[in-house]
């Protein structure tokens, strides 16, 4: 799976929160000042040659879909990210995170009883 430049994922945002739009309904959800209508079909336009984006025709217009899901492509962004700062390590990461971040006890047993629903 590619990776998305920021303006795409900020798009893919608003994709899979809307499930289907078109061009305009998109820019409506964008915050100010909004892209110029060119800019978005292009981003859009983008997204399909990456394989993340769809489309119907309708009218003389074109409604757009993810085809990517969102949980997919987060999982593929967390790794990355483990894979190129933490060497792979997600231990690391969480280590990280509670050093900089000053995540407390309390913070760190809700993540492990989420993992812990996760093996269940």
């Keep these: 799976m590619k990776q998305l430049t ?3 994922e900020d798009l893919m945002q608003i994709l899979w929160q809307l499930k289907k739009a078109n061009v305009k309904a998109i820019i409506e959800q964008m ?3 909004k892209p110029a209508y060119n800019t978005v ?3 859009v336009r983008i997204l399909e040659s990456k394989g993340f984006v769809s489309y119907e025709k309708q009218g003389k ?3 757009y879909f993810p085809v990517v899901e969102k949980q997919d492509y987060s999982n593929q ?5 483990v ?5 792979g390590s997600f231990k690391s ?3 990280f ?6 995540m407390n006890i309390k913070d760190l047993e809700s993540v492990l009883k989420e993992i812990n629903k996760k093996d269940d």
């Design 77 to 81: 962004s967390i790794n990355k990210l």
């Design 41 to 43: 079909s292009t981003i």
């Design 97 to 102: 995170f509670m050093k900089k971040n000053d």
């Design 6 to 8: 920021k303006a795409e």
């Design 83 to 87: 894979d190129n700062y933490f060497q």
């Design 61 to 63: 217009g074109h409604v």
């Design 31 to 33: 915050p100010e000042p």
């Design 93 to 95: 990461m969480v280590s």
